[in-house]
């Protein structure tokens, strides 16, 4: 079944958004040490993510440290989490609403009408899910330009994109097309309504040629 393949493959790129979305929050490399301009210091490198920030020596040791205070912390820091948690919540609920209004599964197989509405509140959600961690990795993305491309700024205070920004950026994609697909299904359900209900040769009021 057509439909069915097409919910499958978008269940599957929603799921792995969210491993993508967990693993870029959990990430260090939001933003790494910018070696522009003459900052010539190789020695470390410097990365901070949403939850620590990291020095890694030339010699291959890498120590990190937990932020300690959640209140000194950054806006743009608090907002990201906040986005990228919200996007990881809403993704798990999307998926666990789509188990139900996917036609593979058994679950409402006696209501095909109200199975697609599951499939398609599941599909929202999943969109909306994919923009929060959108707005948040490039909420984040366009602050570090701005430090970057800012004349006060210290040459050796300046930060490029990591790594983690990358895997969000991914992340956020694949739950948005994911829920996409999942929501493109429901415009086949009135297509097959005249075959399911075909005119009656007795019935009034028309004309058969």
């Known amino acids: 079944m057509a439909n069915a393949g097409i919910q499958l493959l978008g269940f599957?790129?929603?799921?792995?958004?969210?491993?993508?979305t967990i693993a870029s929050t959990i990430m260090v490399e939001w933003k790494a040490s910018s070696y522009a301009g003459d900052n010539i210091i190789t020695?470390?490198?410097?990365?901070?993510g949403l939850w620590k920030s990291c020095a890694s020596q030339s010699t291959g040791q890498?120590?990190?440290k937990v932020y300690d205070s959640l209140l000194q912390l950054p806006g743009i820091v608090l907002g990201t989490r906040g986005l990228m948690l919200c996007s990881?919540?809403?993704?798990?609920i999307a998926i666990l609403v789509e188990s139900v209004g996917m036609r593979c599964t058994t679950c409402l197989a006696e209501a095909p009408e109200q199975k697609d509405?599951?499939?398609?509140?599941?599909g929202i959600l999943l969109i909306f899910a994919g923009l929060l961690a959108l707005v948040g990795t490039c909420?984040?993305?366009?602050?570090?330009?701005?430090?970057?491309?800012?004349?006060f700024t210290p040459t050796n205070s300046r930060y490029e994109f990591g790594s983690a920004l990358y895997?969000?950026?991914?992340?956020?994609?694949?739950?948005?097309?994911?829920?996409?697909?999942?929501?493109?299904?429901?415009?086949?359900?009135s297509s097959g309504k005249s075959p399911r209900y075909p005119p009656s040769a007795g019935q009034p009021g028309r004309d058969y040629v």
């Open 12 to 20: 599957s790129l929603a799921f792995l958004g969210l491993i993508g």
């Open 43 to 48: 020695a470390q490198a410097l990365y901070e």
């Open 62 to 64: 890498v120590q990190c």
């Open 88 to 92: 990881i919540l809403l993704t798990f």
């Open 117 to 122: 509405k599951v499939a398609l509140a599941g």
């Open 139 to 151: 909420w984040y993305g366009h602050r570090i330009a701005q430090d970057f491309y800012d004349p």
């Open 167 to 189: 895997v969000g950026w991914g992340a956020a994609f694949l739950v948005i097309i994911g829920g996409g697909f999942l929501c493109c299904n429901c415009s086949s359900k």
